[in-house]
């Protein structure tokens, strides 16, 4: 076998453990073979769910600053190994390195800040004498973990993403069972080895790999899960919610991110922000800029100069350093993007660069004379596809960025203070960022969706209060 080809393990209760059947992990860019990965069969799965609930009595009564301490040794090993970790995402997910890069000192962040965390979880004393019944009553609660959670992740940013599930997870004191996207499990991997050599305690993170409509759904309706937390499509988070059963589910998925250009001061300076937003890992990101709505004094200028940027925008190989746009992460997303411009084309959509493929490569592509019922802009198109349309009132602008079935994150430039009070008000979204593109994202902010992007919200803190339960405790005076 060549030597280059990583032969992965699953992680059990402490132990690394191969596997019968084994599934290819394929370099979108070069379409070799990196990675041999073990697919869980029912007994690993069963001995896996066995090791996560003996492991929580051992997870809960690690105190705060064991918590602590392991996941900032974490972020320490994972900071001292940024180069080899952003080769290995790169070369599994086709991301150009530079972002790569960007998404392994994120993952050092987010578990800095779950280290932190770990240390914040409070409860609150209740007055209770503040009703009639409750004179002679203290009370008080605190937080305590669920259990045994199940974090499923996505194959986009396929150490941060994972890193948003299992670190607040152990800094709140539950055990854990990782299901990656079979696209990009080798990341994981070295995630787990690392936490292995942070000292993790048996049991407390484990690791399976398999299809996630076989090795996931199990997992997911099983009872002895009391939460499942998933970042992934709309599709899937569906079918999650379904079969979930009575366990807590946190949804984060896609969206087709609006931004409206209202009043800029440096329109070339904007126009580069919205092109890394829309084009960055080729689209593939949950909060990339797929609709920009511009003002019409601003579009013909705006429009010039987006094309003509986003024309020097340099494909190819990942691992080259200057390179913006790599693969799509597999032929079959190339085919359905391609599918779903030559729907909007059909549908009169003019192109004004891009439009055509070499290989997995989507060259970056500007659409203009878009309408509503096309689905680069009714649905998310994951894609490095981006539509401008012009507007001549700011109130209707804000109903077309709001007029969809997503609400993750929006983007609204205005220097006016009562239009952005309006955009407040308009658009319903998990966030909107003012002044910026709506691919905003620090790690430790609240983070998630309304309507069909998505219930819960990430980001440490937040991640945290999902995966506790509040334990309220009342203790009634004997005597005064
Ligand atoms: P996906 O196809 O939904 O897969 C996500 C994960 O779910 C993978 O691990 C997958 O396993 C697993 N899965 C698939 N079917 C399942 C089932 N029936 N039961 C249980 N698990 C199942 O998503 P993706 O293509 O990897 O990621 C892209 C999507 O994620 C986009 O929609 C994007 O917007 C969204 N996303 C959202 C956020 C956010 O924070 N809101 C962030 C990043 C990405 P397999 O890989 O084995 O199929």
Not at 369 to 374: P, Q, T
Not at 426 to 444: A, K, S
Request: glycine share 8%.
């Amino acid at each position: 076998m060549d030597e280059k080809i990583i032969e992965g393990k699953m992680f059990i209760n402490g132990k690394w453990k191969p596997g019968k059947n084994y599934f290819d992990v394929v370099n979108p860019f070069t379409d070799e073979v990196i990675g041999r990965i073990p697919t869980a069969d029912d007994k690993d799965i069963e001995n896996t769910i066995d090791a996560a609930v003996s492991a929580f009595q051992i997870s809960k009564s690690l105190t705060a600053y064991e918590r602590a301490r392991l996941l900032e040794e974490v972020s320490k090993k994972i900071d001292e190994n940024q180069k080899e970790l952003s080769k290995l995402i790169s070369l599994e997910s086709g991301k150009p390195i530079r972002y790569a890069l960007g998404e392994v000192k994120r993952a050092v962040e987010t578990f800095k800040f779950a280290s932190i965390e770990a240390k914040e979880i409070y409860g609150e004393v209740i007055p209770m004498d503040a009703a009639e019944r409750g004179k002679d009553y203290f009370g008080f609660y605190i937080r305590v973990p669920k259990g045994v959670i199940l974090a499923i992740t996505p194959f986009n940013f396929p150490l941060n993403l994972v890193a948003h599930k299992v670190a607040p997870a152990i800094a709140s004191g539950n055990s854990v069972i990782l299901k990656p996207a079979s696209v990009t499990p080798l990341i994981s991997l070295k995630l787990i080895d690392i936490f292995e050599n942070a000292g993790l305690p048996q049991g407390v993170l484990n690791i399976l790999f398999g299809a996630g409509s076989e090795v996931g759904m199990k997992l997911v309706k099983d009872d002895r899960i009391n939460m499942v937390t998933f970042t992934g499509s709309l599709a899937v988070g569906e079918t999650i919610k379904r079969e979930a059963g009575f366990k807590t589910v946190t949804l984060e998925l896609g969206s087709n991110s609006a931004v409206v250009v209202e009043d800029v001061e440096d329109l070339p300076g904007v126009v580069d922000r919205l092109i890394v937003g829309a084009f960055a890992y080729s689209g593939q990101v949950c909060i990339s800029v797929q609709r920009i709505y511009v003002n019409r004094k601003l579009f013909d200028d705006f429009l010039t100069l987006f094309v003509e940027k986003t024309k020097k925008l340099k494909l190819g190989n990942p691992l080259n350093p200057e390179t913006d746009i790599g693969p799509m992460i597999t032929t079959s997303e190339t085919t359905r993007a391609m599918e779903w411009l030559e729907e909007a084309k059909s549908k009169g959509a003019k192109v004004l660069t891009g439009g055509k493929n070499e290989g997995n490569i989507i060259f970056p592509t500007v659409l203009t004379n878009v309408s509503k019922e096309m689905r680069v802009i009714k649905d998310e198109v994951f894609a490095p596809v981006v539509s401008i349309v012009p507007y001549d009132n700011f109130d209707e602008a804000l109903k077309l960025a709001d007029e969809t079935k997503y609400g993750l994150q929006a983007g609204v430039y205005t220097k006016d203070v009562n239009k952005i009070f309006k955009a407040v008000d308009t658009i319903n979204v998990g966030g909107l960022i003012l002044n910026d593109f709506p691919t905003f994202r620090v790690d430790h902010m609240p983070y998630g969706g309304v309507k069909k992007s998505g219930m819960g919200r990430e980001g440490l803190k937040y991640a945290v209060e999902e995966m506790t339960e509040i334990k309220l405790v009342v203790i009634k005076r004997q005597k005064r």
